[in-house]
T-cell receptor
Framework: SQQGEEDPQALSIQEGENATMNCSYKTSINNLQWYRQNSGRGLVHLILIRSNEREKHSGRLRVTLDTSKKSSSLLITASRAADTASYFCATDAFPAGYNKLIFGAGTRLAVHP | GAVVSQHPSRVICKSGTSVKIECRSLDFQATTMFWYRQFPKQSLMLMATSNEGSKATYEQGVEKDKFLINHASLTLSTLTVTSAHPEDSSFYIC???????????FGDGTRLSIL
């Protein structure tokens, strides 16, 4: 079953704008991860945020985690056409050592030049 | 670092054929490998988890006799779709993890088309 639910399902913006994607989940987690997938390709890991962390940054990416609301957000600042892809959150909610990920439905981001 | 190679990238074959997909971790030892299936414009669905030298753990609803998984070494796992039929057509993606609680690193996927 899908753990993460993401919104919006699709997002279309202009280059230079910021893009925000949200992810909600249902159970307690060990960590939450964000991945990117270009069309027809595999997934690229972006950021892992642990359950005791509230915010992490990596370049133009900012991820927040609110465990009380069971939600996370991914912010891409100053977007570029090359950021066009699908973005998935994935939760690791199993007992330690299982490391199984449950993926959300994803947000399809289109950045127009 | 952390490169995962998946081969082949695309397979087109006749119904009834068995297809083997390889997943290799090129620059690290993968204690665990995962196999996913993805339908168009949908998310990834975990099929099975494999640890080197032991039997794979399949998710509910995944036929273990249909999708044979072998994890013979710390750098190689294979998924064999046996007697494939058109409904098995999909995008199959593997991932590998070097240490527990670390990110999974994904291959580029295999698009399987059964005619």
């Amino acid at each position: 079953s899908q753990q993460g639910e993401e919104d919006p399902q699709a997002l279309s913006i202009q280059e230079g704008e910021n893009a925000t994607m949200n992810c909600s989940y249902k159970t307690s987690i060990n960590n939450l991860q964000w991945y990117r997938q270009n069309s027809g390709r595999g997934l690229v890991h972006l950021i892992l945020i642990r359950s005791n962390e509230r915010e992490k940054h990596s370049g133009r990416l900012r991820v927040t985690l609110d465990t009380s609301k069971k939600s996370s957000s991914l912010l891409i600042t100053a977007s570029r056409a090359a950021d066009t892809a699908s973005y998935f959150c994935a939760t690791d909610a199993f007992p330690a050592g299982y490391n199984k990920l449950i993926f959300g439905a994803g947000t399809r981001l289109a950045v127009h030049p | 670092g952390a490169v995962v190679s998946q081969h082949p990238s695309r397979v087109i074959c006749k119904s009834g054929t068995s297809v083997k997909i390889e997943c290799r971790s090129l620059d690290f030892q993968a204690t665990t490998m995962f196999w996913y299936r993805q339908f168009p414009k949908q998310s990834l669905m975990l099929m099975a988890t494999s640890n080197e030298g032991s039997k794979a753990t399949y998710e509910q609803g995944v036929e273990k006799d249909k999708f044979l998984i072998n994890h013979a070494s710390l750098t190689l796992s294979t998924l064999t779709v046996t007697s494939a039929h058109p409904e098995d057509s999909s995008f199959y993606i593997c991932s590998a993890m070097g240490q527990i609680n670390q990110p999974q690193h994904f291959g580029d996927g295999t698009r399987l088309s059964i005619l």
